[in-house]
């Protein structure tokens, strides 16, 4: 079995700033890419950042220049830095990964449960 839990929620000013954390943990050979999803009330869960193995990343357009995700593959664990923080970032943070356990050969896909993150004055 596989475990992803995220940390560091919770309620920000607006240009405030918050780390979220998410640790793997379990039966894991290997991690390949790793991201961070978001689902505000109405709207539909979306990619905010994504990172590759090799610390490659990708960003919604939204968060570029605000939002930086970093992994350490020693610790399992995957990051995202969120500076600048608006009323619109509100939304539950849910952090996803591509692990390959071990004794198998291919990779699944786990979810964490999400963080809950209010901008808010």
């Known amino acids: 079995q596989v475990q992803l839990v995220e940390s560091g929620g919770g309620l920000v000013q607006p240009g405030g700033s918050l780390r979220l954390s998410c640790a793997a943990s379990?039966?894991?050979?290997?991690?390949?890419?790793m991201g961070w999803y978001r689902q505000a009330p109405g709207k539909q869960r979306e990619l905010v950042a994504a990172i590759t193995s090799g610390g490659s990343t990708n960003y919604a357009d939204s968060v570029k220049g605000r939002f930086t995700a970093s992994r350490d593959n020693a610790k399992n664990t995957l990051y995202l830095q969120m500076n600048s923080v608006k009323p619109e970032d509100t939304a539950v943070y849910s952090c996803?990964?591509?692990?390959?356990?071990?004794?198998?050969?291919?990779?699944?896909?786990?979810w964490g449960q999400g963080t809950q993150v209010t901008v808010s004055s």
């Open positions: 996803n990964a591509e692990v390959r356990r071990i004794g198998f050969l291919s990779a699944n896909s786990y």
């Open positions: 379990g039966s894991i050979f290997s991690i390949n890419a």
